[in-house]
């Protein structure tokens, strides 16, 4: 039976489209489709990449509605986008020497502590997150999409959707981030380099948001995503409380 491919909509005879080859048969993002995404792609560099990097910067939220109805042929794996783009920051910002966003408020928090010679277990666990900002940034994402989740819940989206999204999102803003780290080559205010890292970031989302949830009101749209960064903070709150729990001084 004829259909039609959902990547570029031309008319398909067969399990293949003979336009663009991707294949008829384009699973929901449930959790099946997921725990195949983890094995296929977390260790796998795919096609897409600087295709994927054009769209997430020109227009991120009907790109990533694409992705998620079907047209993921052009685009690169949003696990192995966030994974990819978040190991090449952690690298560069070594490289250069500059230290990540998550390094930075690790060593805050440290430094304010009045950590001895001896660190006790709590700080070793969040160095740890700290030395792996790649799978830290993975370890993050379902948190961020509960968020996210909880506070769009009538948007029409599952989680695991919602996890798709973000993945994507934290993909781009690691990408900001090793920009801002070139640029930091030739500014010499960190403190100021780091706050409009931080204020780029967080717009950025709020960008993708407004495109992504266009059918809702712009106000609601705009309040909810300020409402995600409130509920995030309070979720990684209780997380950083259950660490201090588990790994007692």
């Given at each position: 039976?004829?259909?039609?491919?959902?990547?570029?909509?031309?008319?398909?005879?067969?399990?293949?489209?003979?336009?663009?080859?991707?294949?008829?048969?384009?699973?929901?993002?449930?959790?099946?489709?997921?725990?195949?995404?983890?094995?296929?792609?977390?260790?796998?560099?795919?096609?897409?990449?600087?295709?994927?990097?054009?769209?997430?910067?020109?227009?991120?939220?009907?790109?990533?509605?694409?992705?998620?109805?079907?047209?993921?042929?052009?685009?690169?794996?949003?696990?192995?986008?966030?994974?990819?783009?978040?190991?090449?920051?952690?690298?560069?910002?070594?490289?250069?020497?500059?230290?990540?966003?998550?390094?930075?408020?690790?060593?805050?928090?440290?430094?304010?502590?009045?950590?001895?010679?001896?660190?006790?277990?709590?700080?070793?666990?969040?160095?740890?997150?700290?030395?792996?900002?790649?799978?830290?940034?993975?370890?993050?994402?379902?948190?961020?999409?509960?968020?996210?989740?909880?506070t769009f819940l009538n948007a029409?989206?599952?989680?695991?959707?919602?996890?798709?999204?973000?993945?994507?999102?934290?993909?781009?803003?690691?990408?900001?981030?090793?920009?801002?780290?070139?640029?930091?080559?030739?500014?010499?205010?960190?403190?100021?380099?780091?706050?409009?890292?931080?204020?780029?970031?967080?717009?950025?989302?709020?960008?993708?948001?407004?495109?992504?949830?266009?059918?809702?009101?712009?106000?609601?749209?705009?309040?909810?995503?300020?409402?995600?960064?409130?509920?995030?903070?309070?979720?990684?709150?209780?997380?950083?409380?259950?660490?201090?729990?588990?790994?007692?001084?």
């Amino acid at each position: 039976m004829n259909t039609n491919c959902k990547n570029c909509n031309q008319l398909v005879d067969g399990n293949f489209c003979a336009h663009c080859g991707q294949s008829i048969k384009v699973d929901k993002i449930d959790l099946s489709y997921f725990l195949n995404e983890m094995s296929d792609s977390v260790f796998q560099i795919n096609r897409g990449l600087f295709y994927t990097i054009k769209e997430l910067f020109l227009r991120p939220g009907q790109c990533i509605k694409d992705y998620l109805n079907g047209k993921r042929k052009q685009h690169f794996k949003p696990i192995a986008y966030a994974f990819t783009l978040s190991t090449i920051y952690f690298l560069l910002s070594k490289f250069l020497e500059s230290g990540t966003i998550m390094n930075d408020f690790i060593q805050g928090y440290a430094n304010g502590a009045g950590v001895s010679d001896r660190p006790d277990n709590q700080i070793i666990t969040l160095k740890w997150f700290a030395q792996n900002y790649a799978y830290t940034m993975l370890m993050l994402l379902p948190l961020f999409s509960l968020a996210t989740y909880l506070t769009f819940l009538n948007a029409g989206f599952n989680y695991l959707e919602h996890f798709v999204l973000n993945a994507f999102i934290t993909g781009q803003q690691a990408l900001l981030y090793s920009l801002t780290a070139i640029f930091g080559l030739i500014v010499t205010n960190d403190d100021l380099l780091d706050s409009v890292t931080l204020c780029f970031s967080i717009a950025y989302a709020l960008f993708v948001f407004w495109q992504f949830f266009s059918e809702q009101s712009r106000i609601a749209v705009v309040f909810r995503s300020v409402l995600v960064y409130v509920l995030y903070l309070i979720l990684l709150i209780l997380v950083i409380i259950t660490i201090f729990f588990v790994f007692p001084r």
